[in-house]
């Protein structure tokens, strides 16, 4: 075995082994509250068996050759920690392609497939939290303690019999600490920065590439909720974090981390024997079925309005709230939102419709689906079917072009997705600022946005209907296209993937209807 593989295995205690015992837990009302079963469902768990990282991955490597140790290395910090932070100890860099079980017939290292474990984020250690030595996977785990003597925080007191059972099983001791529920704790793999490269492999430029944590310092909720209040919601009452003798506790927090990429969980739950995917299938179920009901009613809000009448227009204006603590959508920029307004006469006939996504995956009237070179700009009013208000991130490279290449982007062209309440757009830092034209839209703000739809009918009769969704896609469908470039086992595994998955991959966030009389 390597020098960095006993390392790994001695500094992370496997997830099976605390699976063992923090599971078959159930709160008042029968629900599994099980933290290894929720753990397990969550892309936390198969951080290293994502498909579309490998493909990411692969493809960042065929554009920039001469740095693929780097670039391995780097990926490899937060989505294959135990591995790449053992492998650093011993002098050496993380690995990637070496790790993740390509072709499908070998299995994943374990140490690699274990993905951000539990023997991960409990060892954390407060000491940076906050700073910029944290961001970007540089999280500080105490790596002199002997086997017997290391730390496993978390935020209540264990006796000392439990402890004992607990160290018996994992070689770590349990420590009470409540720094583990601050949100600088998520930060320091959730705030991550790349740097562009040249032809060499020399930096040429850095961007933001995630920052939802600098996102949420420029909001109301840093004042009032944390990562883990809304990403890892408490149990109501009191429950045991343990079959196994289990002390029931109050305000237990459920291991789910909920969010929004529920396409990628439903590739896992589809394609879980050729990935080594552990979570069973009703596992992966339920933590889609969360997803989306999160998705649903914790995002956004939309309501339309009627505005006034102009000549043979129908106007009304469609507001979109964040409900956020970051912006909407936040983290990787593959994901965008979008509005999908239509109007239909008194017969029931489109008469308009603006952001319908066809079974690809691709938004009609998208300027950048349609060709990778462009994309659509930010609206304050719509008046075409061919206009369409997406929320999302827009990178472009040293050239000016638009890329989904994270080591190819040096800025953001186009940055309008929903701002959370409280954060000031004027003063906001480069790192999160607004760009592109929603900089200059006076009722694009904290909180939300107003577009204005001023709809030719025609010589249609109403009364009209108009129907206004908010779409959200955590992988849209230029970042999965740009692969095709890229002929290799990775990209044409999440290509094919894709292709399968693509006609549901747009999930409704929230809607709202409004009946306006003819236009005159």
């Not at 906001?428 to 709809?455: I, N, W």
Request: glycine letters at 10%; aromatic letters at 8%; charged letters at 20%.
């Amino acid at each position: 075995m390597a020098a960095h593989a006993e390392l790994a295995a001695e500094l992370f205690p496997a997830s099976d082994r605390c699976i063992a015992c923090h599971s078959n837990v159930h709160a008042a009302d029968g629900t599994d509250v099980s933290i290894g079963y929720d753990w397990r469902a969550s892309m936390m768990a198969n951080s290293a068996l994502d498909p579309y990282w490998h493909a990411g991955v692969r493809r960042e490597v065929m554009d920039h050759p001469a740095a693929q140790a780097l670039i391995e290395d780097t990926c490899s910090t937060c989505h294959m920690p135990i591995d790449r932070f053992a492998a650093a100890l011993a002098g050496g860099q993380g690995r990637v392609f070496a790790n993740v079980g390509l072709p499908p017939s070998s299995a994943p290292a374990p140490a690699a497939a274990d993905g951000v474990s539990c023997t991960v984020c409990h060892q954390i250690d407060g000491g940076n939290f906050g700073t910029e030595e944290s961001f970007d996977g540089g999280f500080a785990i105490d790596t002199n303690a002997p086997p017997g003597a290391r730390r496993i925080f978390g935020p209540y007191a264990v006796d000392s019999g439990r402890a004992a059972l607990m160290e018996s099983a994992t070689r770590v001791r349990p420590a009470e600490s409540v720094h583990l529920q601050q949100s600088e704790l998520c930060a320091t793999c959730h705030t991550l920065f790349t740097h562009a490269l040249n032809e060499a492999g020399e930096p040429i430029a850095r961007l933001p590439e995630q920052v939802p944590y600098l996102e949420w310092l420029e909001s109301e909720y840093r004042a009032s909720a944390s990562c883990q209040s809304c990403h890892m919601p408490e149990v109501p009452g009191e429950v045991p974090m343990s079959s196994v003798l289990g002390e029931p506790r109050p305000n237990v927090s459920r291991h789910v981390f909920q969010g929004g990429n529920a396409f990628m969980l439903g590739v896992l739950a589809r394609h879980r024997g050729e990935l080594g995917v552990k979570a069973l299938p009703q596992e992966l179920d339920a933590a889609i079925a969360r997803t989306k009901e999160y998705l649903a009613t914790a995002t956004a809000r939309v309501r339309v309005e009627p505005a006034d009448v102009r000549a043979g227009r129908l106007v009304f204006d469609v507001h979109v709230e964040n409900l956020a603590g970051h912006k909407f959508p936040t983290a990787y920029p593959s994901r965008r939102a979008w509005l999908h307004v239509k109007v239909t006469d008194g017969a029931g006939a489109v008469v308009f419709e603006s952001g319908a996504v066809g079974p690809d995956g691709a938004i009609a009237g998208n300027d950048n689906d349609a060709d990778g070179g462009r994309f659509e700009p930010h609206y304050d009013e719509i008046e075409r079917a061919d206009q369409v208000q997406i929320y999302e991130p827009i990178m472009v490279g040293a050239d000016g072009r638009v890329t989904t290449g994270l080591l190819s982007g040096v800025r953001y062209a186009k940055d309008n997705r929903l701002l959370p309440r409280g954060f000031d757009k004027a003063r906001a830092s480069p790192d999160v600022a607004v760009q592109g034209a929603a900089r200059e839209d006076p009722t694009f703000v904290a909180g939300g946005d107003r577009v204005r739809y001023a709809v030719d009918v025609g010589g249609a009769r109403g009364p009209f209907a108009v129907e206004a969704e908010l779409l959200f896609q955590s992988i849209g469908y230029r970042w999965a296209e740009n692969l095709r470039a890229y002929a290799a086992p990775e990209t044409e595994r999440f290509l094919a993937f894709y292709r399968e998955a693509a006609p549901g991959s747009a999930l409704r966030v929230a809607t709202a209807t409004l009946t306006l009389e003819t236009a005159e």
